[in-house]
Nanobody
């Protein structure tokens, strides 16, 4: 059974940092794209960041570019989202995702990812 388990969420003041981690089990994702999405109350799930299978290609939503960094460790089957300079509007449930194969062109689309974690809450106080 494939599982993606997020950790590292919590409450932080604006301007602070958090580091989210996602541990995958049940299969190896070393050849698949992985990503992070978020969903704020009353809003649709939106793309945050993605990384291709090798880690050489990363993409970010404009709203987090320059503040968030996605990385992966294929040996440990993990993906990490380092979030700096957090803003109140970053408050949301953050979800880890994993794709199939090495395809990457649809990294921004939630519908493209077949595997999802249960989500971790990030709350930024203003």
């Amino acid at each position: 059974q494939v599982q993606l388990v997020e950790s590292g969420g919590g409450l932080v003041q604006a301007g602070g940092s958090l580091r989210l981690s996602c541990a995958a089990s049940g299969r190896t994702f070393s050849s698949a794209a992985m990503g992070w999405f978020r969903q704020a109350p009353g809003k649709e799930r939106s793309f945050v960041a993605a990384i291709n299978w090798s880690g050489r290609i990363t993409n970010y939503a404009d709203s987090v570019k320059g503040r968030f960094t996605i990385s992966r460790d294929n040996a440990k089957n993990t993906v990490t989202l380092q979030m700096n300079s957090l803003k109140f509007e970053d408050t949301a449930v953050y979800y880890c995702t994993a794709g199939l194969g090495s395809e990457y062109s649809s990294y921004y689309s939630a519908n493209w990812y077949p595997y999802w974690g249960q989500g971790t809450q990030v709350t930024v106080s203003s």
